[in-house]
T-cell receptor, first 115, second 114 residues
Framework: AQSVAQPEDQVNVAEGNPLTVKCTYSVSGNPYLFWYVQYPNRGLQFLLKYITGDNLVKGSYGFEAEFNKSQTSFHLKKPSALVSDSALYFCAVRDSRLNNNDMRFGAGTRLTVKP | KAGVTQTPRYLIKTRGQQVTLSCSPISGHRSVSWYQQTPGQGLQFLFEYFSETQRNKGNFPGRFSGRQFSNSRSEMNVSTLELGDSALYLC?????????????FGPGTRLTVL
């Protein structure tokens, strides 16, 4: 069975500093990994995904994520945080062996960027 | 293209009642999935529909059901509502079934059970 862990409930960074939101996963087959962001009273917005290829994936709004197979991690990063990045971030995984849309999400990490 | 739309946005029901939520996927998308989001349990997969057929179902009781119509619109129904059913219900669509595809989410329906 696939699962995702986001070890930090909350991440606080100062505007202009780099940010990292951590994610580790567990799947039986190869992982397909996704990051989503949720703003208050909104649905989830897709940021980026890793399917295959380069371990460093670039996505929307200047975010990127690094896939590390040996550490089973897919941490979300941004070189310079903005106040507007403050939101709830979810990591999600699918197992490549399964032909369905069952996506397992982490518990979410609340990112707060302070001016 | 218009995004995923969900109606209603807010609902208040009492225990024992039933409720139907609606989701219209992005035009051309044929797969619709439903999720329940609560502060305690996070995001949990309910079920997935493709071409009017339920392809996958999460670990929820039979009170939760759904269907998909020929135009890909989907509804989910919860019968005999319980307080614990209070949640944000999210619908997501993808063009096809495929584990490589990201899902596009609607704004959700916030259900409050009193």
């Amino acid at each position: 069975a696939q699962s995702v862990a986001q070890p930090e409930d909350q991440v606080n960074v100062a505007e202009g500093n780099p940010l990292t939101v951590k994610c580790t996963y567990s799947v039986s087959g190869n992982p397909y990994l996704f990051w989503y962001v949720q703003y208050p009273n909104r649905g989830l917005q897709f940021l980026l995904k890793y399917i295959t290829g380069d371990n460093l994936v670039k996505g929307s709004y200047g975010f990127e994520a690094e896939f590390n197979k040996s550490q089973t991690s897919f941490h979300l990063k941004k070189p310079s945080a903005l106040v507007s990045d403050s939101a709830l971030y979810f990591c999600a995984v699918r197992d490549s062996r399964l032909n369905n849309n069952d996506m397992r999400f982490g518990a979410g990490t609340r990112l707060t960027v302070k001016p | 293209k218009a995004g995923v739309t969900q109606t209603p946005r807010y609902l208040i029901k009492t225990r024992g009642q039933q409720v139907t939520l609606s989701c219209s996927p992005i035009s051309g998308h044929r797969s619709v999935s439903w999720y329940q989001q609560t502060p305690g349990q996070g995001l949990q997969f309910l079920f997935e529909y493709f071409s009017e057929t339920q392809r996958n179902k999460g670990n929820f009781p039979g009170r939760f059901s759904g269907r998909q119509f020929s135009n890909s619109r989907s509804e989910m129904n919860v019968s005999t509502l319980e307080l614990g059913d209070s949640a944000l219900y999210l619908c997501a669509s993808t063009p096809l079934v495929g584990v490589r595809n990201e899902q596009f989410f609607g704004p959700g329906t916030r259900l409050t059970v009193l």
